[in-house]
């Protein structure tokens, strides 16, 4: 059988668009997707919190837990998108088809290391230090979230190839749905409606899996069903082909490890600040998630720069591809600034939002304030990361959230958080924010630094993209 990975020139298609109006073509679907998202997440904190601090605090635990599981895992996936973006870029359409069958091959190994993952119950809620109530129902959102990683996984394919070829609305639309879907049917599952078991916290995890499945039906009956992508589908059934799959290792495992690195930063967090009681884990539960709402704007205007850079290289525009990359810096800067303060300045209402409970209240107003002084610097990072992934560039970055994230922010906050008693400490959930605030803010310096550096290199001596 002749190899579809053979090395082919690229061809001179004309340069994309890389105007700010082609930018926030993209990026604002993108974002509207990913604010869904996190408005999923929002909702479950709001009423596991509604219900008591021992149900957020599960929440707080299993959703940790199952986050960094199943987003270390997808980001092995989301190597297609630097790869389908080049493809689209030299109008190489037929190959696209071919990819994406190779894809979905490597999300059936995913699938299988996911779910075993989160079924290890025990493990997660030994570093979670939990018990009782707490322990029960994060055993219940894990075993449910690990019914639903299938589902989640074939989604994440089909999302990476709808934004690599300008069609992230497909995304913003079924989010949109799902987002509109997650709180009756965490009202099913939590309150124990139509005679059902009510699981409190731990419903949250059932329902994940049905929102996982029920979006992986939809994308794939528009895949099947749209004329637009007949031109991208594959032409017959592929087997797994190891050359191509090595493409997709090559990029994915350190796309992966990078997103390994920056949640876990988070998520390993939330499961250590566990140890420190209800209060301390429910107060970094609410500032993670408005932290995270807010950060989807850089993270959308990231993944929407890697696909137009990847798309520019694909057309042999490396000048075009960097004219964007800075494009993107400043809207994001810019965007990200005007953020931090209003973050700031709206901290305590926004914290109102989650609980009533003083305590958790006044501890999350002062966590709040390091995600306010990080949150330029970690909108830089972003730009730069998605950036070099438009290059296909990973494995830099990736070692970088690995030194940075985990000996910095995770060494750090262990340090600051239990002990430090030489520094003053131990500071708890605050040495824990301290240390992962100046751990983003280093990413983001050295990222940026090393973005421009290829981008440049990219036009001194421009290497052709497969």
Known sequence: MKSHTSSVEPIHAGPPDISLRALGRLATPIFVANLAVIGSATIDTMMAGRLGSEHLAAVAVGNASAVMILLSLVGILQGLSPIVGNLFGARRYERIGFELVQSFWLSILVTIIGAGLMLWTDLWISMGNVSGNVAEMTTVYLIGAALGVGGAVGSRVFIALNAAINRPKVTMWVSLLMLALKAPINAVFMYGLFGLPALGGGGCGISLAFMGWIGFAIYFY??????????????????????????????????????????SSFTLMAIFIARLGTVSVAAHQIVANITATFYMIPLSIGIAVSVMVSQCMGANYPTHAQTIMYRAYKTAVLLASACALLLFFSRQWLVSLYTADEAVASLACTLLIFGVLYHVTDAAQSVANFSMRGYRVTVLPMIIFGVLLWGVGL???????????????????????????????????????????????????????R
């Open 222 to 263: 528009i895949w099947k069903k749209d004329k637009i992508y007949d031109k991208f589908r594959p032409k017959r059934f592929y087997w797994p082909e190891w050359s191509s799959l090595k493409e997709h290792l090559h990029l994915g495992i350190p796309i992966g490890l990078s997103s390994f690195f920056e949640v």
């Open 411 to 465: 060494g750090g906050g262990l340090y600051f958080g239990f002990s430090g008693e030489a520094f003053g400490g131990p500071y708890g959930a605050i040495g824990f924010w301290g240390s992962t605030g100046s751990a983003l803010t280093l990413a983001g310096i050295i990222l940026t630094i090393m973005s421009v550096r290829i981008a440049n290199r990219r036009i001194a001596s421009p290497s052709p993209m």
